[in-house]
């Protein structure tokens, strides 16, 4: 049987979400926990990756297994055995056919950024930027990664990887001094979230502008986008599927 599950964790302490050798991962912790329940080992197949430092309020994942618990029983039993910076929010058995990541339709991401004076205790939740930022020159910059474009010039460089994305939404909020980024997209390759916020962030810097950003993009790839915004201030929110 099938069992789908959404998860939240704090990135702040592993080394991103896929397994790695002799690494803390998200994954990794979580297949600890089900080889315990089922006594043997169980692979899990996430709706996308989080690099390290990076959170999520709802990742989703599946897996196969053989044993039969109730659907709530699942979660308590692999939260049993879970850390206390990850925990499994809802989990349900699927049809066999639903696929976490391939069934997913978009994907919503949040990043926060402070223009206050440093916080010790919100450094690995929140980008300290610490100066203020014009607003308004973001959400016009924002604008012009709407729509369906190849994203080459924000993402990891991947020879054999599609690069031709679809952003649905991309809003700037603040409020009391913490800056949100709100973007919905059909999907996102490694680092893209990241480097169009980090663009995003130099426009309402004044140290570039909208123009050359524009140039970035319409290149697909041949002038590189050098801003990365940090991970710390990244949270994947939201994974929707046909039922949402």
């Known amino acids: 049987m099938r069992v789908k599950c959404i998860v939240s964790y704090d990135g702040s302490k592993f080394h991103g979400f896929q ?16 080889k315990k329940i089922n006594e043997e080992d169980v692979i899990i197949h996430a709706s996308g990756r989080t690099d390290a430092k990076v959170h999520a309020v709802h990742q989703v994942f599946h897996f196969d297994t053989q044993k039969q618990l109730p659907p ?3 979660k308590r039993a692999i939260n049993h055995f879970m850390p206390n910076d ?3 929010l809802d989990a349900c058995y699927v049809d066999e056919d639903f696929h976490s990541r391939y069934s997913a339709v978009k994907k919503e991401y949040r990043y926060l950024l402070s ?10 939740y929140i980008f300290q930027y610490g100066r203020e ?14 729509g369906e474009h190849n994203f080459a010039s924000f993402c990891s460089y991947d020879q054999y990887g599609n690069t031709i994305r679809t952003l649905y939404s991309f809003d700037i909020s603040e409020e009391n001094g ?11 390759r490694r ?39 940090k991970p710390q201030g990244l ?4 994974v929707y599927y046909e039922e949402n």
């Open 19 to 34: 397994v790695q050798n002799k690494e803390r991962t998200v994954q990794g912790e979580i297949q600890k926990a089900l």
């Open 72 to 74: 709530q029983q699942w």
């Open 86 to 88: 990850i925990y499994i």
């Open 115 to 124: 223009t206050k004076e440093y916080s010790p205790f919100e450094t690995n």
């Open 133 to 146: 930022l014009d607003i308004e020159l973001m959400r016009d910059a924002a604008k012009i990664f709407l």
């Open 178 to 188: 913490i800056i949100t980024f709100r973007l919905i997209g059909n999907g996102f």
């Open 191 to 229: 680092y893209m979230v990241r480097h169009l916020v980090g663009g995003i962030i130099q426009v309402g810097a004044k140290r570039i502008s909208k123009e050359i950003l524009s140039e970035m993009l319409e290149s697909c790839g041949e002038k590189k986008c050098l801003f990365k915004a």
């Open 235 to 238: 949270y994947l929110q939201e």
